[in-house]
């Protein structure tokens, strides 16, 4: 069984920078695909990156490209994000789709999701 656990959420200055990571255990292939979610309040839940098992291939929405980095190492997912803005501010998820290893934003299509945590960016 695929579980994950995010950590390194915090509040932070517009401009700032934070690392955020997912603790991932259970996978037995390389036939995943994992992305972070965020969701701000009253609204849709947003694919903002991922990483396919396949070749380690990442992919990024339009709204955090050139700020953010995704990688993966020693059984955590890392999320770097830099540059940050006050429209950052949400709950960030990873997920896994532990079926397929095509990164996609479609959340219903992931099975396996952490417990989420907070990010804050202050004006």
């Not at 997912?22 to 037995?28: M, R």
């Not at 992305?35 to 701000?40: E, G, I, K, N, V």
């Amino acid at each position: 069984e695929v579980q994950l656990a995010e950590s390194g959420g915090a509040l932070v200055q517009t401009g700032g920078s934070l690392r955020l990571s997912c603790a991932v255990s259970g996978l037995t292939s390389k036939n995943y695909a994992i992305t972070w979610f965020r969701q701000a309040p009253g609204m849709e839940r947003e694919g903002i990156s991922c990483i396919s098992g396949a070749d380690g291939s990442t992919s990024y929405a339009d709204s955090v490209k050139g700020r953010f980095a995704m990688s993966f190492a020693n059984a955590k997912v890392y999320l770097q994000m830099n540059s940050l803005k006050p429209e950052d501010t949400a709950i960030y998820y990873c997920a896994a789709i532990t079926y397929g290893s095509a990164c996609h934003w479609i959340a219903v299509g992931y099975d396996t999701w952490g417990q989420g945590t907070q990010v804050t960016v202050s004006t």
